[in-house]
């Protein structure tokens, strides 16, 4: 099973703008904060890992 996590954009921290990586090319990176685990959720990389090995680890246990 392949699960690619999801690119978002990057925005300045010193001053909220839209950082690019060439013109007209917003620049991004791999989303964080909880991504990867949603996106485990929603391709349904934690009912594998349960068949699996019968049991689950990680934030899926309070989303069920």
């Known amino acids: 099973m392949r699960c690619r996590q ?3 954009p ?3 921290v010193e001053d909220g703008q839209w950082l ?7 620049m991004a990176k791999p ?14 990389i934690f009912a594998w890992l349960q068949q699996q090995v019968g049991r689950v680890w990680g934030p899926e246990q ?3």
Do not use: T
Not at 20 to 26: A, D, F, T
Not at 31 to 44: F, Q, S, V, Y
């Open 6 to 8: 999801p690119l978002v």
């Open 31 to 44: 989303g964080g904060h909880g991504a990867i685990w949603k996106l485990m959720r929603d391709e349904g």
């Open 62 to 64: 309070a989303w069920a």
């Open 10 to 12: 990057v925005i300045s």
């Open 20 to 26: 690019l990586s060439s013109p007209l090319q917003l």
